[in-house]
Structures are given as structure tokens and as C-alpha cells.
């Protein structure tokens, strides 16, 4: 057998900064690897420039910084303000539909029937409803069709939103997923996503004003600017769902959409828990604690740690009261996506991580509130 030719030590040692950056053939390398062997001088100055390398050339996600497309819009808008500005309470919902639009369009065929399970939280105990990506997809343009409605517009429903016991968000899905004649496939995509671009289209003649009509949900209604955010949040918290099934990362929104989100939810708390208490869910409000609306009333503190977080005191006896630090009597602290997770009833109120100290009582029937927000 031939023998291997013996190569010099000046060339050896000048293949070292190819062999650092992996840019050898595959015989100079394995002669530089054995050289390093015997040879301390080369394997010290070997491993000084495969450090260097590592500094020069950090190893970088493929997956798109989820703020980008916002950092991009804000760098244009600057540029050239548009003619008719999107509400900057219709921005979060703008942005969600788009992340998980982008998510949707590179999926493959198998992965629309891929298994997904929706999730709530539901009096005392969580609950659960299984569908496929396509079903989460046909969800959210069911339920984001009350806007529609409220708007004006087409329900995508048709005659079938009209059968709907209540205009719910789970009757709405239900009615849409016993009207179709098939399981949901990926053309689902396209009346969703022409639907979401609809609703931005329209709201953006509102003006930035809060006016416009309240979006009834059944149980209760929202403001359209309210409505705009809750849909933002359960788009997102869906898109993790999916993201979630076909095994993709899929990060949280831009903070100040999130800290938009967040506080809806917290706003929402009170009437909530007078809810809850009105089932005989929560403790009984305390009668000498009762104040008239507006005024100053026993309250917890509710602290969001982490990028679009902040506190808010919540009101504990009545939801026409004002939270007031005076008369704090607990104070929680979860950071944004345990809340969220919370919120969205992806995790119970007993498991949630959460800072405690105070009104024992009060903390339960505030977390468990938070969980009552999320449906189906």
C-alpha cells in the first residue's frame, strides 16, 4: 500500500486559520488534525483561532425576530405616514393575524390535519375540545366574525351563524364545524385571512377614536376597540397552539401589544369576579367593604413582571369600584406569560407560579377569575 506523503510543518501550520473556518479539503484537514497531535506549538495556536471564529461568527436562529415586521412598519411609517393610519387599538390584532399568517403559509398539506387541542377553563375545572390546525383556523374566523357582524360586514358563518343558539364563540364554532360538509382544510386560510385584512381595512375609517359598536359575545359585550385586542390575544395564544403541533417556535407578541392585552384582561378582572361570585363561585364580597361606583374600594394588586407588564389594582367587592393602594389588602406577581397562560386557561389557577402575600382569599378569587377569561 502507498504510503502517505509527509507534508512540512510550514504548511501545515499555515492551513491552520482554513482549518479554523472549516474551509480545508478533507485530506488537508485530516493532516492538520493528525499534526496537531504531536505538535503543542500548532494546537495552541489551533484552538486561539477557533475561538476567534466563534466570536467573528455567532451561530444565529433562521426564525425571524417576531418584532421585525413591527420595527419594519414603524422605520416606513416614519418615512410616510399613511393617508388612513391603522388604530393603534386595531395594531396588536394587525400584527397577530399576519405572525400567524406567515406561520400558516409555509405548511405543508399533512400538517393542516395535524392534532391540536383547544383549551379553557370553565367554572372550576379545565376543559378541553380537540380539533386540527385547520379547526383552530376555522375557530378563529367563526368567532372573529362577530366583529364583522358588528361592523357591517358578511358573517362568514352565512345562514348558519343566524341558526347559532347564541352568537357564543363556541356556538359559532360549533354551528361552522357542523355546517361543513368535510373537515376544515388548508383552504380555510383564505377566507380567514381576507376576513382579518376586512376587519383592519374597516375599523381604520373609525378614525383613532374609541367610538364604534360594541361586539356582543353572547354573555357579555365588548367595545370594538376591546373586542380588537381580544381577538389579537386569542389569535396569538391559538398560533402557539398550532406552532405547538407541528413542532415550531413561536414567540410572544411586541411588548407594547402585549402590555395592551394584558391590561384588557385586568380590566376585565372585576366584572369577572362579581360574575363568578353572582354563581357562588368566589367568596361572598364583604358587606362593610361595599362602597358606591367610583369610589375608592378594597383591592389587590395585581404586578405583570417582564416586557409588557406593569401594575393594575383590581377592585374585589364591586366592580364599580376604583382600585385604591390605601386599601390594598394582597398583592400578586406572575410575569406576562404565566399570566397569559393563566388567562388563556392553558394553565390552572392553583398551578400558576405566582408571588403571594396578603388576602388569601382575595388572591384565589382573583386567579381563578383570570382563568375564568379564557372560553373556548
Known amino acids: 500500500m502507498k504510503g ?29 488534525e493528525e499534526h ?40 416606513c411609517l416614519e418615512r410616510r405616514p399613511p393617508r388612513i393610519p391603522v388604530p393603534g387599538w386595531a395594531a396588536a390584532y394587525d400584527a397577530e393575524t399576519a405572525r400567524l399568517d406567515a406561520l400558516l403559509r409555509d405548511m405543508g398539506d399533512s400538517e393542516w390535519h395535524a ?35 358588528a361592523l357591517g360586514l358578511d358573517d362568514p358563518l352565512g345562514d348558519a351563524g343566524a341558526r347559532a343558539d347564541r352568537p357564543t364563540p363556541a356556538a359559532r364554532t360549533e354551528a361552522y364545524w357542523r355546517a361543513s360538509h368535510f373537515p376544515p382544510t388548508r383552504s380555510v386560510r383564505t377566507p380567514w385571512r381576507e376576513q382579518t385584512h376586512a376587519l383592519v381595512r374597516t375599523v381604520s375609517f373609525t378614525g383613532e377614536g374609541t367610538g364604534g359598536p360594541t361586539v356582543p359575545y353572547g354573555d357579555f359585550e365588548l ?25 415550531y417556535p413561536y414567540g410572544p407578541p411586541a411588548p ?44 389587590l394588586r395585581l404586578e405583570i413582571e417582564g416586557q409588557g407588564g406593569g401594575q393594575w389594582l383590581i377592585p374585589l367587592d364591586s366592580p364599580g369600584a376604583v382600585g385604591s393602594a390605601e386599601h390594598e389588602v394582597a398583592h400578586v406577581v406572575l410575569d406576562g406569560p404565566e399570566f397569559c397562560r393563566l388567562a388563556a386557561g392553558h394553565v390552572a389557577p392553583r398551578e400558576a407560579v405566582a408571588g403571594q402575600v396578603g388576602d388569601r382569599e382575595a388572591i384565589r378569587d382573583v386567579l381563578y377569575a383570570a382563568a375564568s377569561l379564557s372560553r373556548m
Open 36 to 75: 496537531l497531535g504531536g505538535c503543542g506549538d500548532c494546537a495552541e495556536e489551533a484552538l486561539r483561532l477557533r475561538e476567534a471564529v466563534g466570536l467573528l461568527h455567532r451561530p444565529d436562529s433562521l426564525d425571524l425576530d417576531p418584532g421585525l415586521r413591527t420595527h419594519v412598519l414603524d422605520g
Open 223 to 247: 367595545p370594538l376597540p376591546d373586542a380588537m385586542l381580544d381577538r389579537a390575544f386569542e389569535c396569538w395564544v391559538h398560533a402557539e397552539d398550532i406552532a405547538r403541533a407541528v413542532d
Open 115 to 149: 392534532p391540536v387541542r383547544l383549551r379553557w377553563f370553565a367554572g372550576e375545572d379545565a376543559t378541553s375540545r380537540r380539533t386540527t390546525v385547520a379547526g383552530v383556523i376555522a375557530h378563529l374566523l367563526s368567532v372573529d366574525g362577530l366583529v364583522a357582524v
Open 4 to 32: 502517505r506523503s509527509v507534508v512540512e510543518h510550514h504548511v501545515l501550520k499555515s492551513l491552520l486559520g482554513a482549518w479554523a473556518l472549516a474551509a480545508c479539503t478533507q485530506e488537508e484537514a485530516v493532516a492538520v
Open 256 to 299: 407594547r401589544h402585549l402590555h395592551g392585552m394584558i391590561d384588557l384582561a385586568a380590566r376585565m378582572l372585576p366584572g369577572v369576579l362579581a360574575a363568578r361570585r353572582r354563581a357562588g363561585l368566589a367568596s361572598p364580597a364583604r358587606a362593610r367593604h361595599l362602597v358606591t361606583a367610583g369610589e375608592p374600594g378594597r383591592s
